[in-house]
């Protein structure tokens, strides 16, 4: 049984699973130590389908998830067992057993889903996904009532460091996302990766927001770190209806 996982805290139906891996529990050799599941890192193909097998029969998946090529664009699709297009940073589906899934190391992965649990979709967010729409266009497919989100594990504000031009970026789009960065020194700024999905989330309606409280670039033992390590492994984010 697999138990290299953060079970989401948020009062989501019982019908709606949801896990986020961590990087401990699998047979990849170093830099990819040990659960990647990411097979686009350089890690050897053969660990990556061996930590996949342990992940699907560790949580008895009623599907193989749908791993999307992820270009930290703003594209979303819906997820079936016969997708022939997998480009996109965001997946949601309707259909029990299906399995949506996002990888990230530093990224963030965000899960939605309603009160009635008439849906599921997973979002991968860096910050050109978050600037270019990847939570509204994801949003805007989704009918439900009472909506809630929770965020997974991701960079934290100390760690993710970026220059003048994204912040501008962000500004320039709305005042609202000042507070998301910190000045650290002349030219570069921390970037909350939380406050600004948060921020989207609830311009969108969302109030009921959960998780946030993690750093995947300090906690090194728990979680891959992109910007940490550079070559690294894949944690999984996944949610499916029962």
């Not at 550079?230 to 984010?237: I, L, N, Q, S, V």
Request: hydrophobic residues 40%; proline residues 4%; contains cysteine.
């Amino acid at each position: 049984m697999l138990v290299n996982w953060i079970i989401p805290n948020w009062p989501a139906p019982t019908a709606i699973k949801a896990v986020s891996t961590l990087r401990s529990g699998g047979v990849s050799q170093s830099p990819f130590f040990s659960f990647n599941l990411g097979n686009y890192v350089g890690d050897d193909p053969m660990s990556v389908a061996e930590n996949r097998i342990r992940l699907n029969r560790g949580l008895e998946l009623p599907s193989e998830p749908c791993w999307l090529n992820q270009v930290h664009g703003s594209s979303v699709i819906q997820a079936g067992r016969n997708l022939t297009n997998n480009i996109a940073d965001a997946s949601y589906t309707r259909d029990k057993g299906v399995v949506c899934a996002v990888l990230t190391a530093d990224c963030l992965p965000i899960l939605i889903t309603d009160q009635s649990g008439s849906f599921v979709a997973v979002i991968h967010c860096g910050w050109r996904g978050l600037l270019s729409g990847i939570i509204q266009n994801t949003l805007r497919v989704l009918e439900g009532l009472d909506l809630l989100a929770w965020l997974g594990p991701a960079i934290g504000a100390d760690n993710f460091k970026v220059r003048q031009d994204v912040r501008s970026a962000f500004v320039k789009k709305s005042q609202c996302f000042e507070s998301g960065f910190k000045l650290l020194f002349r030219g570069c700024w921390g970037v909350n990766i939380y406050q600004i999905a948060r921020t989207l989330l609830e311009r969108q309606g969302i109030s009921r927001i959960y998780g946030g409280d993690f750093c995947t670039y300090s906690e090194e033992d728990r979680f891959f770190s992109y910007r940490r390590d550079g070559k690294t492994g894949r944690m999984a984010t996944i949610i499916w209806r029962e």
